[in-house]
């Protein structure tokens, strides 16, 4: 079964940082590439950023290049999002989903997400 659960949204203001996990459950996550996505009101959900396997190759999305950081510990299961000078048009609700080589999202492979919101 691939089942993914997001974590480590919160509030915070312009300029501050959060650190998202995604754990893994029911599979091996290291077999796959992991990509966050996020999605506000209104909005289709959006590609954020990619890890592969290995973690040796990463990809983001424009909007947030520089200041995010994908990481993985395979040893715990886990890929990390380092988000750092968020931003207001940062808040969304934030997903990830396996993916191979960085293709695209494995149909079902998402969790429930966890909430971003960047508010002054």
């Known amino acids: 079964q691939l089942q993914l659960v997001e974590s480590g949204g919160g509030l915070v203001q312009p300029g501050g940082s959060l650190r998202l996990s995604c754990a893994a459950s029911g599979f091996t996550l290291d077999y796959y590439?992991?990509?966050w996505f996020r999605q506000?009101?209104?909005?289709?959900r959006e590609g954020v950023s990619c890890i592969s396997r290995s973690g040796g190759s990463t990809?983001?999305?424009?909007?947030?290049?520089?200041?995010?950081?994908i990481s993985r510990d395979n040893a715990k299961n886990t890929v990390y999002l380092q988000m750092n000078s968020l931003k207001p048009e940062d808040t969304a609700v934030y997903y990830c989903a396996a993916q191979y080589f960085c293709s695209g999202p494995i149909r079902g492979s998402w969790g429930q997400g966890t909430q971003v919101t960047v508010s002054s």
């Open 40 to 44: 506000a009101p209104g909005k289709e």
């Open 59 to 69: 990809n983001y999305v424009d909007s947030v290049k520089g200041r995010f950081t």
């Open 33 to 35: 590439s992991i990509g």
